[in-house]
């Protein structure tokens, strides 16, 4: 396994993520020797659809692209759809892909992506149902479980989680793209 022991790496997410796409990612990255901090709307602590509650380490009014080696962003409806409209957390995202640095969208996570408006030229997969958002948006999607495009790494579903956390820790090793 690659060893991430001098990276950090943010999760952006808020009340209603999909609670094993959050945990699962962030134990894969922990289990390589990664930092991991929780950014959201707002501090306090934020819970997953199916009750699963994680401490904010800052918000994302507060956070700085820079302080991060990769992304990871995590699905969930309510989740994908309150970050998207969260003005700081697209500006980190944009940032974050411009300096063409590792992150990693499963399901429902991808969706900012198209208001950070960095996904032309790009292939990418997610939960189906945002597949014309993302072609919209300039991507071109593909139903597969796991795909890579120089550091943006996507997958469609918690069934894809295995795929996803060996590629996104292998994405985050590997840094700037």
Same mark, same amino acid.
Request: hydrophobic letters at 40%; charged letters at 25%.
């Given at each position: 396994?690659a060893?991430?022991?001098?990276?950090?790496i943010?999760v952006?997410?808020?009340?209603?993520f999909e609670?094993?796409?959050?945990?699962?990612p962030?134990e894969?990255?922990k289990?390589?020797?990664?930092?991991?901090? *929780?950014?959201?709307?707002?501090g306090?602590?934020i819970?997953?659809?199916?009750?699963?509650k994680?401490?904010?380490?800052?918000?994302?009014?507060?956070?700085?692209?820079?302080?991060?080696d990769?992304?990871? /962003?995590?699905g969930?409806?309510?989740?994908?759809d309150?970050?998207?409209?969260?003005?700081d957390?697209v500006?980190?995202?944009?940032?974050?892909?411009?300096?063409?640095l590792? /992150?990693?969208?499963?399901?429902?996570? @991808?969706?900012i992506?198209?208001d950070?408006?960095?996904?032309?030229?790009?292939?990418?997969?997610?939960?189906?149902?945002?597949k014309?958002?993302?072609?919209? @948006?300039?991507?071109t999607?593909?139903?597969?479980? *796991?795909?890579?495009d120089?550091? /943006?790494?996507?997958?469609r579903?918690p069934?894809? /989680?295995?795929a996803f956390?060996?590629?996104?820790v292998e994405?985050?090793?590997?840094?700037?793209?």
């Amino acid at each position: 396994m690659a060893d991430l022991s001098n990276k950090t790496i943010a999760v952006i997410a808020t009340d209603g993520f999909e609670d094993s796409e959050l945990t699962s990612p962030v134990e894969a990255v922990k289990d390589a020797g990664a930092t991991v901090k *929780v950014l959201s709307t707002k501090g306090g602590t934020i819970e997953g659809k199916n009750g699963t509650k994680v401490d904010v380490d800052t918000t994302t009014g507060l956070a700085k692209d820079s302080d991060f080696d990769g992304i990871i /962003l995590p699905g969930g409806t309510t989740n994908a759809d309150t970050i998207r409209l969260d003005d700081d957390a697209v500006a980190i995202v944009k940032k974050h892909m411009e300096a063409d640095l590792p /992150l990693g969208a499963i399901c429902h996570g @991808a969706w900012i992506l198209t208001d950070a408006d960095v996904l032309r030229g790009r292939t990418i997969t997610s939960f189906p149902s945002l597949k014309t958002d993302l072609r919209n @948006a300039g991507a071109t999607w593909v139903d597969e479980e *796991v795909v890579t495009d120089q550091g /943006l790494v996507s997958s469609r579903t918690p069934d894809d /989680l295995p795929a996803f956390n060996s590629k996104i820790v292998e994405e985050f090793a590997e840094g700037q793209h």
